[in-house]
């Protein structure tokens, strides 16, 4: 998802009311059940008495259905149409599969692909078997940008100004824990620059671990990333570093092919570049630390 660094207060094109009416719904996450109008307020951080108006507007437009017994609000079929066809019109999920599948038969790692929402890849596509039941993700899962290997592929991927864009929204969303996280985010770089792909081990989740490829595609329609992973114990940093990695990225080139899309590394140069020169992470984000 692209930003265009303008602030609603200032952009004169930003209805704040359609803004506010999205931030409920989006409050709802796949593992929510009922909500009340107290709950989204805390969660949007809007005054309850907007949520109240949202929620009415929302519950008569058909994207919210009331629970009067409990005073909550669930999602309605209206609202998860959006979503089913915001997938069905994402491509790359459905030629991808049968690439998935094959990864995940020869390493025995859950093989997913996703998206930015904000500071998380948000699955849209995911490919996993008995063998992983250390990593209970599915489509609609989300995974943090910073310390993901999904994440950190995606980050890189970025062009110089876009990522400089969301190194400033990740330091203001984690506030004093930025420093630890970005020294992470180096490092990442530097395994982008040295093998073509991220690798998370253990700082997304103790038990996981996993190596992640961003995909880039030429018609501009958007910047994917997929991930492999595993418990620990299964995918070792050295296994990640030979073998699921390398296979990663043999996966992507491959979907480049099929969809007619361009190398994600086709910064890795300049980046190579920067990092040799010392021109790490914190050179990228200087001033904004």
Request: some cysteine; hydrophobic content about 40%; proline content about 5%.
């Amino acid at each position: 998802m692209k930003r265009t660094g303008k602030k609603p207060t200032s952009d004169r094109n930003f209805v704040v009311a359609l803004s506010r009416g999205l931030e409920v719904l989006r409050a709802f996450q796949p593992n929510d059940g009922l909500l009340g109008n107290q709950e989204i307020a805390a969660r949007t951080k809007l005054p309850k008495a907007t949520v109240s108006r949202l929620t009415y507007t929302l519950t008569k437009l058909g994207y919210l259905t009331p629970v009067p017994r409990f005073e909550k609000y669930q999602l309605a079929p209206a609202a998860l149409a959006l979503g089913y066809s915001a997938l069905a019109n994402l491509g790359v999920r459905h030629l991808s599969e049968p690439f998935r599948e094959e990864v995940m038969r020869a390493t025995g790692g859950a093989v997913a692909v996703g998206g930015r929402d904000r500071h998380s890849m948000i699955y849209f596509g995911q490919s996993r078997n008995g063998l992983t039941l250390g990593v209970q993700l599915d489509v609609g899962s989300r995974v943090p940008i910073a310390t993901s290997a999904m994440g950190r592929a995606y980050f890189w991927a970025l062009e110089p100004a876009e990522r400089t864009a969301l190194l400033r929204e990740l330091r203001e969303h984690y506030g004093s824990r930025w420093p630890k996280l970005r020294d992470g985010l180096e490092r990442s770089g530097e395994t982008v620059a040295k093998y073509g792909f991220a690798i998370s081990v253990g700082e997304w989740q103790p038990d996981v671990h996993s190596a992640g490829v961003a995909l880039k595609l030429n018609d501009g329609t958007g910047l994917y990333a997929f991930n492999c992973g595993a418990p620990a114990f299964r995918f070792t940093e050295d296994r990640l570093i030979n073998d699921i990695g390398p296979r990663l990225v043999a996966m992507v080139r491959n979907i480049e092919a099929a969809l007619g899309g361009i190398a994600p590394q086709s910064h890795k140069k300049d980046d190579s570049k920067k990092l040799k020169s010392g021109g790490k992470l914190a050179r990228v984000a200087e001033g904004i630390r």
